[in-house]
């Protein structure tokens, strides 16, 4: 690839994208319910598109540190929207599923947001809305072919 145009991608990716991260977190936290943080949030999607999966690989995925980890997962526990696994081969690896009242809350959460993400965008034409989606699919794709999550799963 063209050094010059590789330079461009970057450049352009570090200008977009935290604001885009930041767009949707401020509109994450208008659909959520005070009680719980934005990181306690995507901690319950993860585990509703992954399944039960070890502490440490949602940690890696979201960028939370170990400690953070350990005081996260236990006031999903106490609230009931998670519960611990042991990993049936190696003892020493514990897995977190979401529990009934988990699942509830995340597609709830979910429905929240599409909806406010909706109303955000009601306002395009529809070549607008279509030329959007072509990004969002390009993205898609060069995110699967850089395999980002696959390294961390």
């Known amino acids: 690839m063209n050094e010059n145009k590789l330079d461009s991608v970057s450049e352009s990716f570090l200008k977009v994208f935290p604001t885009v991260i930041k767009y949707f977190i401020l509109l994450g936290d208008k659909c959520s319910d005070p009680e719980y943080s934005y990181q306690d ?20 995925m979201l960028l939370i540190s170990k400690s953070r980890m350990t005081v ?9 929207l998670i519960e611990r696994f042991p990993d049936k081969t190696d003892r020493r690896i514990i897995k977190i599923g979401l529990t009934g009242k988990g699942k509830e809350l995340t597609e709830k959460h979910r429905g929240n947001l599409k909806a406010a993400v909706s109303k955000r965008f009601e306002n395009l034409t529809d070549d607008e809305m279509e030329q959007f989606l072509k990004s969002i699919e390009i993205i898609q794709h060069v995110m699967k072919k850089t395999e980002w999550r696959e390294k961390i799963l």
């Open 41 to 60: 949030y995507q901690t319950l999607h993860v585990l509703k598109e992954y399944g039960k999966v070890p502490i440490s690989t949602v940690g890696a």
């Open 72 to 80: 996260l997962v236990d006031k999903l526990i106490e609230a009931q």
